[in-house]
């Protein structure tokens, strides 16, 4: 199934509700991936802003 990611949040999402912020909005020409289990730990989190768990993308 075509994944898309979140216009809002980047988060990357199979529905068409984003889980992490609630966004109805999405790109499906995204690139890139990288998953945040840390969030608040995480160096690479901080520095995208990705506050929450899960699998984002890093460029829409
Ligand atoms: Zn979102």
């Known amino acids: 199934m075509a994944v898309k990611a979140c216009k809002s ?3 990357i999402v199979e529905g068409s509700t984003c889980p992490a912020c609630g966004g109805k909005e999405f790109s499906d020409g995204f690139k890139g991936r990288v998953a945040i289990v840390q969030p608040d730990q995480s160096e690479v989190a901080k520095q995208l802003k990705f ?3 899960g699998v984002f993308a890093l460029k829409l």
């Open 9 to 11: 949040c980047k988060y």
């Open 51 to 53: 506050e929450k768990k």
